[in-house]
């Protein structure tokens, strides 16, 4: 009987509180600027990725929450599988005595990999970075390749941008890089989750419909119009960056916060500056901002500070950082605000991913 070659392999979906938006380099996705996020680490939000290579296969082929879908030539599917297979060939002709706990010629293997989301796939949601980090990381261990986590993102963005910050937990930050051929753009951990346990999140589900205009058409209309653009990355992107990994290393919710908010407010702002414009929040998106910006203004009033950052990423939907002692004061504003109504609001999903109710 032969062996089964086979792994599975999660990840999390991760929420950028700087956002990546535009790319330099459109074939290696190397970004304009680099980029944070805040890796939510919870069951309900992850992708799961299970990869078999088999020397019987005679293509290779790709299941997503169980439909086919095709990996076609040229595409970012098919460049992560080979980028993957070119780093176990490299490592079998580097280690060639290796103990033969795993064929030799896996790497000319055809492989099947079948993925899925617990959540709404491209409901603004993440889930190409999700869903890219766990494709790598399953073929990694499929391999038994012995790459950092860093190392793996460099291939995870070539996937999908963001999904190179899928590969850690925590605090995550992608460096631009300057290097042409991308060597130097990746993500590294700021800091690990138990670094600042209190941190959470809240998902306010505005709509779960796919969104309007995808974020790699969005991104490259901005490069080639918006003059807003080369102002945030030349001149605000690099502080905010210092400034908001050392909030996290403080622990300074105040900071953490302000930052956050503007850096929404500014990718949105770039948005708007594109020709045509894009719009990604609606007016539900915009009424909860409010809500937040009344809430903090009577806390600091209060002499206690911001109490909850939004952030927006291509869509709709409101992701609420805020620390946990005051997580369940925002859950009630928001219902209270926000009653779920069809085709209006759905859903505040709580830090583990439960419905409002629950919490
Ligand atoms: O990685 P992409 O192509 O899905 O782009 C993600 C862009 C934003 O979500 C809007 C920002 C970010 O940094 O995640």
Redesign the pocket.
């Known amino acids: 009987m032969s062996t089964i070659y086979q792994a599975t392999a999660s990840a999390p979906v991760?929420?950028?509180v700087i956002?990546?938006?535009g790319k330099r380099d459109t074939k290696l996705i190397l970004p304009t600027n680099s980029?944070l996020?805040v890796t939510l680490d919870q069951d309900h939000l992850r992708s799961t990725t299970t990869s078999r290579a088999d020397p019987s296969f005679e293509r290779d082929q790709l299941w997503l929450n169980g439909k086919e879908d095709e990996i076609k030539p040229g595409s970012r599917l098919e460049t992560c599988i080979t980028e993957m297979k070119r780093l176990r060939k490299e490592y079998e002709d580097q280690n060639p005595n290796e103990p033969k706990a795993i064929s030799l010629l896996i790497s000319s293997y055809k492989v099947h990999i079948a993925s899925y989301n617990n959540f709404p796939t491209a409901a603004g949601l993440?889930s190409?970075?999700s869903g890219f980090a766990a494709l790598v990381a399953s073929l990694a261990q499929l391999y038994n390749l012995p790459a950092s986590p860093s190392t793996l993102s460099l291939i995870a963005r070539q996937g999908?941008?963001?999904?190179c910050r899928s590969l850690f937990g925590g605090f995550v930050a992608w460096q631009m890089g300057s290097d042409p051929s991308g060597s130097d753009s990746l993500a590294v951990q700021v800091a690990p989750q138990e670094h600042w346990p209190q941190m959470h999140a809240l998902i306010c589900v505005v709509s779960d419909d796919k969104k309007g205009t995808s974020?790699?058409s969005g991104?490259q209309r901005t490069v080639e119009t918006s003059t807003l653009l080369q102002h945030r990355i030349k001149d605000v992107v690099p502080w905010r960056m210092e400034k908001i990994s050392k909030a996290i290393l403080e622990r300074d919710f105040d900071t953490f916060a302000r930052i956050t908010m503007a850096d929404s407010n500014q990718?949105h702002a770039v948005a708007l500056d594109t020709e045509p414009p894009i719009f990604y929040m609606n007016d539900v998106s915009r009424a909860i901002i409010a809500l937040i910006v009344e809430y903090n203004r009577l806390s600091v009033e209060a002499g206690k500070g911001y109490k909850a950052a939004y952030t927006y990423?291509?869509g709709p939907n409101a992701v609420i950082y805020a620390l946990e002692e005051n997580i369940k004061e925002i859950v009630q504003l928001i219902v209270s605000y926000f009653p779920q109504k069809p085709g209006e609001f759905k859903d505040v999903w709580g830090i583990f991913g439960e419905s409002a109710a629950d919490l």
């Open positions: 991760n929420i950028a956002k990546y938006w980029s996020s993440a190409s970075a999908s941008g963001s999904a974020s790699t991104m990718f990423d291509a």
